[in-house]
Structure formats: structure tokens, C-alpha cells
């Protein structure tokens, strides 16, 4: 299995990120996609990828909530390293309104023009959404009659059917499921039991969102096997074809 979403350079994992990849490769996850979050992190991240030698991907991109009075030079730190490697995806980028909206103006400019250089640059988007649906969509919408929209993957999908439906006719998305499926109650269960296979990606978003039986700790990526389980239990089917599925559909999206 690929982890298509995880934090495993920040300081959580800083004492023991050999067991944590170990364990993960006990359970069967392989490789690892690292989205970028800002400047502060841009070393750990890259300094862990390459401790892993070939096992970690790296992507680069400023994060909703790292939009704030020096959102331009934060963005200008993007587009400069942007030119020195090839990425395998811009994000995490998208829009967060839940801690506060008093940036959104600038954090829907940053979404938008990380949106275009990931068009024109002919790479996937990670997006992150977080109470800020209408913002999204005026995003979304004014991307799609440019004719600027990417190709990518909704990051930590928990919304209804019908959102599914509504962000899939914008083109070629993916949607990231992690730990959040696992909860009790949790509405994007009933979701993912309606949705295609080849629209989903396995995250864990560690050190977030842990999975049942272990929400309350530090998720990390060797819990991607219990929300494999709970999608294949969900649809129907058989858990190595989950697994197998959901890698082939990383392995097209970030062309690795």
C-alpha cells in the first residue's frame, strides 16, 4: 500500500521514525507520499524523504493554514524551490476556515494560483478543504471555465454523496479516505459504500486522525491497514483487492 498522506517528518515521529517505518512495512505500506505544509517545515521534510531512500515522495505547496500577514513570501518560497526539482505533487494547497476566516481573500489567491502552476506544470493537487465549501467552489468554478483545472485528490474526504458527485464533475479527482471512515457514525461511511473503487486513495494523515481502535493516539501510516479493512468492509469486497486498487490508483495519479 501506498500512504498518500503523511506528516511522518514532523517533530511527532522526530524519536523513532525507523519503528514507525518498520511497522508500516509490516503492515504492508510500502512507500509514502509527504505533502508540504510551509518554509518552517521544507527541511525535515526533504531530509526525511531522502533518509528514505526511494520510499518517500515529496511534493511542494503552501497549506491553508499557514496563510497569514506573510502569505507572499511564504508563497514566493513555494514557486523558488518549486524550480530547483520535480515535484510529485503541489499540496497540501486548498482552503481552511474552521480556526478563523480572517485570510480567506488571501488563502482563495494562494489556492488559485498553486492550481494553475500545478495545471500548467502537468502535476496532481492535494487539496484541503475545511469549512470553506463556498469559497471552494467559487475557487472550483472560476478554475474550470479558464480551463486551469488539474488533475488530484480531495484530501480527508468526509462529505456526503452528493458533495462526492458535485467535486467529481470538476475532472479528474481522487478522494483521499483515512481514519475519519472508522468512527462511529461517521457520515463519509455510508459515502465511500456508494463509491467507485478507482476514486479512492488510502491516507492516514498521520500524526491526525487516527483510526478506531486506536483514535486518541498518534496515527501513523502502518494503521492504513485497519482503514483498508473498513473500506473493504464497507463495499464489499475483498481487502487485498481494496489494497491493490487504491495503490494502482496512486501509482497513476502521482506517476510513481
Partial sequence: MIDTHTHIYEPEFRDDLDETVSRA?????????????????????????????????????LHPTSVGPQWRKELDFVLEKFRIRRWTAIGEIGLDGHWSKEYMAEQKAVFEEQMILAHDASLPVIIHVRDATDELHEVLDKLLFAGKMPRGVFHAFSGSTETYLRLKAYGDFKFGIGGVVTYRNAQV????????P???LL???SPYLTPVPFRGRRNEPAYLSYISEKIAALKGMDVGEIRKVTTSNAEKLFGI
Fill in 25 to 61: 512495512a509490516r503492515a504492508g505500506v510500502d512507500r509514502f507520499i509527504f505533502p508540504a505544509i510551509d518554509s518552517e517545515s521544507y527541511d525535515r521534510m526533504v531530509r526525511t524523504a531522502d533518509a528514505l531512500e526511494g520510499k518517500a515522495f515529496v511534493c511542494i505547496g
Fill in 189 to 196: 461511511a455510508a459515502t465511500v459504500a456508494s463509491m467507485s
Fill in 198 to 200: 478507482e476514486d479512492i
Fill in 203 to 205: 491516507e492516514t494523515d
